[in-house]
């Protein structure tokens, strides 16, 4: 199984440009989730999903849209390129919980330059 | 307000050398702490869950143990492939969600 794939894993903008983000899973789980990574920081939720046609805000959504029409698939839409979302974004699912949290399984990422 | 933070940012080491990673939390209704390794061009590989106070994992080198307050990673005798951002995680919600620390990049010296 390939589990969780991104793409572009590379890619450089020009500001005010527009571009998405692909993040594909065939692990059939409900769950899945956008991350950004700045140098020396955490790992921070912009948006997430439990399901199909059902989106949410993480803690730091501006800039950022997400679609979700199947199980399989969870877009990152940038529409007006900024320099600061220059980072490394990683797409991360998980499989149904009941009261215990299941594990997030994370891509490889995309690293974006906003020039 | 839900937390998690570890300590120290970073730590090098010589080969066999065995030490702990610390991660603090504070996150109401605990639903789970995860461990995850990232190596450099990465993304995070899950290494442990851990659920209840008291709850021990391990695997190979590491051993995770957790606490009503913090979590420790104890890597005994570690190699250079040990060398890796070690990151913490307090899950939170009903949806899986996950708050991370900043990491401890780790290095061991040959």
């Known amino acids: 199984n390939a589990g969780v794939t991104q793409t572009p894993k590379f890619r450089i903008l020009k500001i005010g440009q527009s571009m998405t983000l692909q993040c594909t899973q065939d692990?059939?789980?409900?769950?899945m989730y956008w991350y950004r990574q700045d140098p020396g920081m955490g790992l921070k939720l912009i948006y997430y999903?439990?399901?199909?046609?059902?989106?949410d805000k993480g803690e730091v959504p501006n800039g950022y849209n997400v679609s979700r029409s199947t199980t399989e698939d969870f877009p990152l839409r940038l529409e007006l390129a900024a320099p600061s979302q220059t980072s490394v974004y990683f797409c991360?699912?998980?499989?149904?919980?009941?009261?215990?949290?299941?594990?997030?399984?994370f891509g490889d990422g995309t690293r974006l330059s906003i020039l | 307000e839900d937390q998690v933070t570890q300590s120290p940012e970073a730590l090098r080491l010589q080969e066999g050398e065995s030490s702990s990673l610390n991660c603090s939390y504070t996150?109401?209704?605990?639903?789970?702490l995860f461990w995850y390794r990232q190596d450099p061009g990465k993304g995070p590989e899950f290494l442990f869950t851990?659920?209840?106070a008291g709850e021990e994992k391990e695997k190979e080198r590491l051993k995770a143990t957790l606490t009503k307050k913090e979590s420790f990673l104890h890597i005994t005798a570690p190699k250079p492939e040990d060398s890796a951002t070690y990151l913490c995680?307090?899950?939170?919600?009903?949806?899986?969600?996950?708050?991370f620390g900043s990491g401890t990049r780790l290095s061991i010296r040959p």
């Open positions: 999903s439990v399901g199909a046609g059902i989106t």
């Open positions: 995680a307090g899950g939170y919600s009903s949806a899986s969600k996950i708050i």
């Open positions: 991360a699912s998980s499989p149904l919980t009941g009261q215990r949290n299941q594990p997030q399984h």
């Open positions: 996150v109401s209704g605990l639903r789970g």
């Open positions: 692990m059939n789980h409900n769950y």
């Open positions: 851990l659920y209840s």
